[in-house]
């Protein structure tokens, strides 16, 4: 997708079990499991550091209490157009 991270992913390796729950999970696929094993044997989820929406699905769907954190970015500011003089319509 390749689109501005709204949100950020960090999965505790140590706490992940390797179910994938939250891979399926995830709408924007910004999940994927390792390759290489954990100390555990098991292929932790990782995050691949683009993507994400900040929605928490895979917070939700995980079983492990505290193997998933979901940052929500902060929006970039808005900015505002500002002139020093004001405009009227003409008085007829």
């Not at 706490?15 to 390759?35: D, N, R, T």
């Amino acid at each position: 997708m390749a689109n501005t991270a709204r949100g950020k992913v960090e999965i505790d390796i140590n706490e992940c079990k390797g179910c994938g729950l939250c891979v399926e999970a995830c709408p924007p696929k910004c999940l994927e499991l390792e390759a290489g094993l954990s100390a555990y044997g098991v292929h932790p989820a990782h995050y691949l550091g683009e993507d994400c929406t900040g929605c928490g699905i895979c917070f939700y769907t995980c079983p492990e209490p505290g193997a998933i954190t979901v940052y929500k970015m902060a929006p970039p500011p808005k900015t505002v157009v500002t002139t020093t003089e004001e405009r009227h319509a003409p008085a007829h």
